[in-house]
């Protein structure tokens, strides 16, 4: 297969603004995806929702997180990270997200494998993650490495939204 594309990991005061736009285009599907399915103009009017999510992109960038981005050329096309939680053997993956452009080329599972590579050298046994019920190819891509449903957890994105029941809960060991 030609890549034509890249995987590299975001450091610095300057990593946030880079992902913002791709991390708005996710929400944004999301939010919109819900609204759909629950037949109402919006599911985050008071923007709860959207400072939750986008206040998680500093852990990402501190100490035991990562945030990586798959580029084709120069456009960012992938991001994906980590977070470390409330146990120090676990992190918690987050956003991963292909735009629709880029899909089928094999970048998820490259953002996914080298997340789960870095989460190793972090020292980390097990990764948890949770993700959208409609979500069913991001399900496939996590059971394919292994990750197994669980019950919800504590402080999940989801759980504090409110959105626990729309949301599939896995765990993996590293």
Do not use: C
């Not at 120069?74 to 120090?88: L, N, Q, R, S």
């Not at 190819?137 to 999940?156: K, M, T, W």
């Amino acid at each position: 297969m030609n890549v034509s594309w890249r995987i590299e990991a975001l450091s610095g005061p300057d990593a946030a603004a880079v992902v913002e736009p791709l991390f708005r285009e996710y929400l944004d599907w999301i939010l919109a995806r819900f609204a759909a399915d629950l037949g109402a103009e919006s599911v985050d009017p008071d923007g709860t929702a959207e400072r939750a999510y986008f206040a998680e992109t500093q852990r990402f960038l501190g100490p035991g997180g990562r945030l990586l981005v798959a580029r084709r050329d120069d456009e960012i096309v992938g991001v994906g990270a980590f977070k470390p939680t409330y146990d120090e053997r676990t992190a918690e993956i987050k956003r991963m997200f292909v735009r629709p452009s880029a899909r089928g080329s094999g970048i998820a599972r490259a953002l996914l494998d080298r997340l789960l590579n870095d989460a190793r050298s972090e020292g980390y046994t097990r990764v948890r993650l949770e993700t959208m019920s409609f979500m069913t190819e991001a399900h496939a891509l996590y059971q394919s490495v292994g990750a197994r449903a669980i019950d919800p957890f504590d402080g999940s994105e989801a759980g504090n939204v409110g959105l626990a029941g729309a949301t599939t809960y896995l765990e993996l060991p590293l």
